[in-house]
């Protein structure tokens, strides 16, 4: 977990590097949560840039993402789709990262890319989200420029097949926020307490080196943002 004092682009952020093992298995979405998705089980959608369901939801808080996790494992216990000892959740930071690199320890999923000549590829960063024409439909207007999402799944994955790890929209973990404790854990899951929570991921608004797969951002769990959205996995209960 992490990145070396080494890689260019890093952030203070992302040390010291911590060797992690997780024991325990979970399944990640392929995809960031759409708006459609989002719609059907909370009964709103929270995003400004509408007009395509298969948008990723955005604007989106920590509470409102955690609720969806509650409330989609709820239906689908009704339905007879989730034994009851399995849920959806956030993913922890340390289960994102995994996920991220996909057995990799390159800066990107798909290599180091000194140039950042591959990552339009692979994600949506400032460089391939803005213009200076207004789109159709809602857009955010910041510095003079235009930016919209995109449907979700329209670049490259990483090697086991998620989309948008890198860029889209930055995304809520579990965790609180806090230092990396550096050495060996296992299972982490950030402390017991804290003011922000973790995101993971760049952004439509961001620059190419918060795209990497060791970026680390915190905000408090209400902050609302048009570049926040998240992604669930389903996983085993308790310990």
């Keep these: 977990m992490g990145s070396p004092v080494t890689e260019e682009g890093r952030s203070y952020r992302e040390g010291p590097q911590t060797e992690v093992t997780l024991t325990k298995g979970f399944y990640m979405s392929k995809f960031l949560v759409t708006q459609g998705?989002?719609?059907?089980?909370?009964?709103?959608?929270?995003?400004?840039?509408?007009?395509d369901t298969?948008?990723?939801?955005?604007?989106?808080?920590?509470?409102?993402?955690?609720?969806?996790?509650g409330r989609l494992t709820a239906r689908e216990q009704?339905?007879?789709?989730?034994?009851?000892?399995?849920?959806?959740?956030?993913?922890?930071?340390?289960?994102?990262?995994?996920?991220?690199r996909a057995?990799?320890?390159?800066?990107?999923?798909?290599?180091?890319?000194?140039?950042?000549?591959?990552?339009?590829?692979?994600?949506?960063?400032?460089?391939?989200?803005?213009t200076t024409n207004k789109p159709p439909g809602a857009s955010?207007?910041?510095?003079?420029?235009?930016?919209?999402?995109?449907?979700?799944?329209q670049k490259l994955p990483n090697p086991w097949g998620l989309y948008d790890?890198?860029?889209?929209?930055?995304?809520?973990?579990?965790?609180?926020?806090?230092r990396y404790p550096g050495g060996a854990v296992t299972n982490p899951q950030?402390?017991?307490t804290g003011k922000e929570r973790v995101i993971r991921n760049g952004s439509w608004?961001?620059?190419?080196?918060?795209l990497r797969s060791a970026m680390r951002w915190d905000a408090p769990p209400r902050n609302v943002s048009g570049i926040y959205g998240f992604r669930p996995v389903l996983a085993p209960v308790g310990p």
């Design 78 to 100: 009704r339905a007879g789709r989730l034994p009851a000892n399995w849920c959806y959740r956030l993913p922890t930071e340390a289960e994102w990262e995994y996920a991220c």
């Design 205 to 210: 608004f961001d620059n190419s080196s918060a």
């Design 54 to 69: 298969n948008r990723p939801v955005e604007a989106c808080g920590w509470f409102k993402a955690t609720n969806y996790c």
């Design 190 to 192: 950030g402390p017991p």
């Design 37 to 51: 998705e989002f719609l059907a089980i909370m009964g709103t959608n929270t995003s400004y840039c509408t007009g």
């Design 103 to 130: 057995g990799t320890t390159t800066r990107f999923s798909y290599g180091d890319d000194p140039g950042y000549t591959n990552l339009t590829k692979y994600g949506w960063w400032h460089e391939n989200s803005n």
């Design 165 to 178: 790890m890198h860029g889209s929209v930055s995304e809520w973990c579990q965790d609180w926020f806090a």
């Design 140 to 153: 955010y207007f910041v510095f003079g420029r235009y930016y919209q999402t995109h449907p979700v799944g």
